[in-house]
Every structure is written in C-alpha cells, then in structure tokens.
C-alpha cells in the first residue's frame, strides 16, 4: 500500500514538472500550443497504465478535460496548420 501510494505521489510529481518545463519552453511559441496542448493530455493518460486504472473511471474527468480545453486547443490548431503553411 504504502509503495503504491509513493509511486503515485512520484507519478504526479513527474507530470508536474514535465507540464511546467514544455509550457514554460513553449510560452512564447503562441503557435505551437494547440498542439502542445493535445500532446499533454495523451501523456497524462498514458501515465495511468502503469497503476492499471481504467478509462471507464476517469470517463468524467476526460469529458471535462475536453470541454475545458477545447476553447484553447483547439482554435489553435489552424493557426499552427497556417505557419507550417507559410513555411514551405
């Protein structure tokens, strides 16, 4: 029990510093941060395989998670789409 709950204490340590680092690079890059965004949140799902937790539990907090994050990610996608445009 007591295992467990450390490596979840270290997994959401983990997550937090990886979180701030990519936002913190990516702070000035407006650009980049729709995708950044989709990008942290498979990496926050995919940190729940290792404790075996269902994705039937955290149902909610993923509906909730794309309500929420949608108005940011979302409309800034194209605007990334259109700079990889005007690259080539």
């Not at 340590?13 to 690079?25: G, N, P, R, Y």
């Not at 990496?43 to 075996?52: G, N, R, T, V, Y």
Request: with cysteine.
């Amino acid at each position: 029990m007591r295992q467990k709950f450390v490596l979840s204490v270290l997994n959401i340590l983990i997550l937090c510093v990886v979180i701030a680092a990519v936002s913190i690079f990516f702070v000035n890059k407006a650009e980049w941060m729709g995708l950044v965004l989709i990008v942290l949140a498979f990496l926050c799902i995919a940190s729940l395989i290792p404790f075996k937790i269902d994705l039937k539990g955290i149902l909610p907090d993923i509906f909730f998670g794309l309500i929420d994050n949608s108005i940011l990610a979302v409309w800034k996608v194209p605007q990334t789409l259109d700079t990889f445009s005007m690259c080539y």
